[in-house]
């Protein structure tokens, strides 16, 4: 979890015209968009996986990757 708190921190502040993409096979939520028009869109995103999501199922997924 500390992990999306860290890239969520990451989107609030950037102030320079950039491409974000969030695409690993390791995330279990892709995110994409260009900052800073999608801001608000990608820290909605990242809220819910802080709030909803939670750490055991972001471990479950990590463990249940076929590869890595």
Known sequence: MEK???VKELVAQLQIPVE???LGASNPVMLRGRLPERRE???AALDAVISDIG???LR???VNLRHL
Do not use: N
């Open 4 to 6: 999306y708190e860290e």
């Open 60 to 62: 479950s997924y990590r």
């Open 41 to 43: 869109e990608i820290l």
């Open 20 to 22: 974000f993409a969030m």
């Open 55 to 57: 750490e055991e199922r």
